[in-house]
């Protein structure tokens, strides 16, 4: 569950990915049905190949995937994602004041 104590700082890093998504978009170098809470997602994943306890794999092989997210975010031949990206309210920890679930 999230912590509400960090609700501040999730709200800032969503409204940084959002401005960082929004410059590329105006750009025309990013497809247009990416939300900021999506880029979020996507660097943990590219990060989490860090943590994986695989004898002799890479420490850059992080630079490949991250390699796939990029080219995934450009409009070019861009297909309709589904679901929906989450929304920002359950990022930044409102429903873990309320007790809901996402």
Known sequence: MASAGLAPRRARTLELCG?????????????????????????????????IPFPGLRQDLWKRYLGVILDGLRPEGATRLKPAAPSRRLIEGADADSGESP
């Open 19 to 51: 401005q960082l998504l929004r410059r590329g978009q105006r750009a025309g170098v990013v497809r247009e049905d990416i939300a900021g809470q999506d880029l979020i997602f996507l660097a943990a994943a590219a990060g989490s190949l860090g943590g």
